[in-house]
């Protein structure tokens, strides 16, 4: 049967608090520059406090890469979970306004709504303190199978892998997903979580992933090299498609024999780094579930990273399918 969805997503269910600081506020409170760190309630509570004036979004991982997918035309799905509080309220509305599929019962009871506390400093990297919440709660009962098996694409988010429950719930998504004989695709998410997580992860993209997604930084220490030819070349030998992003160097795509290189599509100015890899990937998995060849993925990979790294935010502005109007480039579907 053919997938009614493109990309079902799986992931933390978090509002971005995001604010622009300088180096000082990182060093004074004794954060982990460019890292994602998981904090407690109470921490979240007393560096919000703080903060300076910010701006609140709904965020998290997989869901802005499935708003992303939405943004270029695509169809797409999110499994999540959110307490009924307002937080959950406005992050459920967000989600389906962006035309993204969001039906997880929120929770009546447990911990609130999480939130990502992201520190901005002026070379545009991001600090992130994670206070993971009602989304750590992610069971394997929250997965829909039905929904799962019809879409193309099964996207997971290496932040999950931190909690047992949830954990279990990607693994059981990967296997219904490889049931239905639908694709299975995982983002590293972030170099701590390789460090953390090294050894499961390197038997489950062998044994579940078909489609990896990494920075330089993350797939250099998933192989505890720093030699990223040799990454991508022990990468390549595990997984049929790796994905690959360097910042401003573009991206590398590896299936087999075959490596593409694509350049980085350049922006006015970088304000904010936030949702970039993620935004990748939505351009990618739109492209790829629709057809495209993979330099054309990578293409529009680059096209929605640019967009994000515009502006404070991991959610586009712009709706991505315009910008592909403005290019001359092959159009897909």
């Not at 997903?177 to 979580?193: E, I, Q």
Request: contains cysteine; negative net charge; glycine residues 8%.
């Amino acid at each position: 049967m053919e997938p009614s969805l493109d990309v079902v997503g799986v992931g933390n269910s978090i509002v971005d608090v995001i604010a622009m600081v300088d180096e000082d506020f990182v060093k004074q409170h004794q954060l982990a520059k460019g890292s994602m760190t998981l904090i407690s309630q109470e921490r979240a509570t007393a560096l919000y406090a703080k903060m300076p004036p910010a701006l609140e979004i709904s965020g998290g991982s997989a869901a802005n890469t499935v708003a992303g997918v939405a943004s270029f035309g695509g169809t797409a799905a999110y499994l999540g979970k959110v307490r009924n509080d307002q937080l959950g309220e406005v992050y459920v509305h967000d989600l389906r306004t962006a035309g993204v599929g969001f039906d997880v019962p929120p929770a009546a009871q447990g911990p609130p709504t999480g939130r990502s506390l992201i520190q901005v400093t002026p070379d545009a990297e991001r600090t992130m303190n994670t206070f993971l919440g009602m989304s750590m709660h992610l069971a394997p009962a929250d997965i829909d199978a039905d929904l799962v098996a019809s879409a193309a694409i099964t996207y997971c988010e290496g932040y999950l892998w931190d909690i047992a429950l949830a954990k279990a719930a990607i693994r059981y998504a990967m296997q219904v997903a490889a049931d239905a004989g639908r694709m299975v695709s995982l983002t590293l998410s972030d170099a701590y979580c390789v460090d953390r997580h090294r050894h499961e992860w390197l038997e489950l993209i062998s044994d579940k992933v078909d489609l990896l997604f990494a920075n330089e930084t993350e797939i250099c220490a998933l192989f505890e090299t720093e030699d990223f030819d040799a990454a991508v070349q022990q990468g390549s030998a595990i997984t049929k498609i790796l994905a690959l992003t360097r910042s401003a160097h573009g991206s590398v795509v590896v299936s087999g024999a075959d490596r593409v290189e694509v350049p980085a599509v350049p922006v006015a100015q970088l304000v904010d780094a936030t949702g970039a890899g993620d935004l990748y990937a939505a351009g990618f998995l739109f492209g790829l579930a629709n057809g495209a060849d993979l330099r054309r993925c990578a293409q529009l990979g680059s096209i929605a990273a640019a967009e994000i790294i515009s502006h404070v935010g991991a959610r586009p502005q712009t709706r991505l399918s315009s910008l592909l109007d403005r290019t001359a480039a092959k159009s897909i579907g």
